[in-house]
């Protein structure tokens, strides 16, 4: 009797042991599944998040290579320009080195990009530069324009001066305009061949530039711009721009502002 109940009692906590195994797996299982479920949901939403990420880069991709193809077509349309401009020619006042003697001048560039000409008319007697012999262009107050009349009574505007250098000779040049300045000398940096030692201005550069010109020599904001009788056109006698400078005035804020930009414009 004792051996049926002992048996009995081991079958029936066998029984009971391989319920709670049963359970135990199955258990196991449910929360295998709910980890495998929430590892799939958190999967799911990461892969969601970068393909969210990837489509918005290639929007964002392809919306800067539109405005870098609109930047490189409106600055190749901004250099033709220029060059058409060039190409038309334009009337400076030429500075005669030696004589200290400021002419009108018809200034062009020839249709095959060779060649400075200018000339007393427009259409005849021009004189030329090869382009290929050009230097360095000198801006401001480093071009040969303004450093020759800089203490003059009849000093012209800093921002109106450059002058063109070749190994035998320069040409120095006063614009009627700000922005006749800008145009030429934008655009000889697409026709003078490169060189190390010549400086060329961007536009960011040359804007920056003409106004560190403005501060040195106390022009202010304001473009400067010299009418035809200014430039001794149409008859008129040659032109001059007067501006009373002190010892301790433009001239000496000029230095100062120089000195602290030193190098940036060699």
């Given amino acids: 009797q004792l051996l049926r109940e002992e048996s009995g009692a081991e079958v029936k906590l066998q029984a009971e042991l391989e ?3 049963e359970e135990l797996d199955q258990r196991r299982e449910e929360q295998l599944l709910r980890e495998e479920s929430g590892a799939e949901v958190t999967l ?10 990837l489509e918005q880069r290639r929007e964002e991709q392809m ?3 539109e405005a870098e193809d609109e930047a ?4 190749a349309a901004h250099v033709q320009d220029r060059l058409d401009e060039m190409l038309q020619g334009a009337w400076f006042e030429k500075l005669a080195f030696r004589r200290q003697v400021r002419q009108p001048r018809f200034v062009r560039l020839t249709r095959d990009f060779q060649y400075l000409e200018w000339s007393a ?4 007697d021009f004189k030329r530069m090869p382009i290929n012999a050009v230097l360095r262009v000198d801006y401001g107050d480093a071009s040969r324009t303004y450093r020759a009349l800089e203490f003059g009574r009849d000093a012209p505007p800093v921002s109106l001066c450059f002058s063109i250098l070749t190994p035998s000779r320069s040409l120095d040049l006063i614009a009627q305009s700000e922005r006749q300045v800008k145009v030429w000398m934008l655009g000889l940096n697409e ?3 490169y060189r190390p030692e010549r400086q060329r201005f961007t536009a960011q550069e040359f804007r920056l530039r003409r106004a560190l010109l403005r501060l040195e020599d106390g022009e202010g904001d304001g473009e400067h711009e010299l ?3 200014q430039l001794g056109l149409g008859g008129a006698k040659s032109g001059t721009y007067s ?3 002190s010892a301790d005035g433009s001239g000496g804020k000029r230095r100062a502002v120089r000195r602290l930009f030193s190098g940036q414009w060699r």
């Avoid at 939403?45 to 969210?52: G, H, K, Q, S, V």
């Avoid at 490189?72 to 600055?75: D, G, K």
């Fill in 63 to 65: 919306l800067r290579e």
């Fill in 243 to 245: 501006r009373a400078r």
């Fill in 72 to 75: 490189a077509a409106a600055q």
């Fill in 19 to 21: 319920a709670v195994r």
């Fill in 44 to 53: 799911q939403a990461e892969l969601e998040a970068a393909r969210e990420e």
């Fill in 121 to 124: 008319k427009e259409d005849c």
């Fill in 227 to 229: 009418g035809a009788q």
């Fill in 191 to 193: 026709v003078v061949p």
